[in-house]
T-cell receptor, first 110, second 115 residues
Framework: GEDVEQSLFLSVREGDSSVINCTYTDSSSTYLYWYKQEPGAGLQLLTYIFSNMDMKQDQRLTVLLNKKDKHLSLRIADTQTGDSAIYFCAEGNQGGKLIFGQGTELSVKP | DTEVTQTPKHLVMGMTNKKSLKCEQHMGHRAMYWYKQKAKKPPELMFVYSYEKLSINESVPSRFSPECPNSSLLNLHLHALQPEDSALYLC??????????????FGDGTRLSIL
């Protein structure tokens, strides 16, 4: 069956890099997504990567995809207190449904 | 700022009340979604409308009734809800119908509390 796994918590110091990891099981996934959810808010689409890409960079965000190992990571450079949030990894396949991981709560300490 | 607008932001209702949640998008998207989210958990898909037709109903109890009056609007009618229905209800939209390779854009949600 389809499954997406993430570690639940990550704590970093302001200015450090954060790396949030995700593993998925569905090899037919076409796109993989990262969403950010701040307290009391909805989900903000941060970035997404097509399954035939290895890497995508967008300002402070770098997404790495290892399709062989079904491993996705999100690196946030120069992490700020405003980056504190829950980050959800999700896979979308041709069946249409988004499968979300459990979310990683990122805590940034000053 | 989100391009998917949900109203109201907060709603408190009794178990015998009837209320509606509203969602609006002006991005020209042709698929719209309702999700239910409990605290610090991922969203759970409830309904999908694609080209204004109900495409997916994830075995949601009939006390939740969706409606898509036009391609920009999505409603969720609530009746005789239970305390366990208290949650954040999120609306989302995507560009070209219901496909996994279309990014979904979310609103800020309606926080619903059932007394």
């Amino acid at each position: 069956g389809e499954d997406v796994e993430q570690s639940l918590f990550l704590s970093v110091r302001e200015g450090d890099s954060s790396v949030i990891n995700c593993t998925y099981t569905d090899s037919s996934s076409t796109y993989l997504y990262w969403y950010k959810q701040e307290p009391g808010a909805g989900l903000q689409l941060l970035t997404y990567i097509f399954s035939n890409m290895d890497m995508k960079q967008d300002q402070r965000l770098t997404v790495l995809l290892n399709k062989k190992d079904k491993h996705l990571s999100l690196r946030i450079a120069d992490t700020q207190t405003g980056d504190s949030a829950i980050y959800f990894c999700a896979e979308g396949n041709q069946g249409g449904k988004l499968i979300f991981g459990q979310g990683t709560e990122l805590s940034v300490k000053p | 700022d989100t391009e998917v607008t949900q109203t109201p932001k907060h709603l408190v209702m009794g178990m015998t009340n009837k209320k509606s949640l509203k969602c609006e998008q002006h991005m020209g998207h042709r698929a719209m979604y309702w999700y239910k989210q409990k605290a610090k958990k991922p969203p759970e898909l409830m309904f999908v409308y694609s080209y204004e037709k109900l495409s997916i109903n994830e075995s949601v109890p009939s006390r939740f009734s969706p409606e898509c009056p036009n391609s920009s609007l999505l409603n969720l009618h609530l009746h005789a809800l239970q305390p366990e229905d208290s949650a954040l209800y999120l609306c989302a939209s995507s560009q070209e119908g219901y496909r996994g390779e279309q990014p979904q854009h979310f609103g800020d949600g309606t926080r619903l509390s059932i007394l």
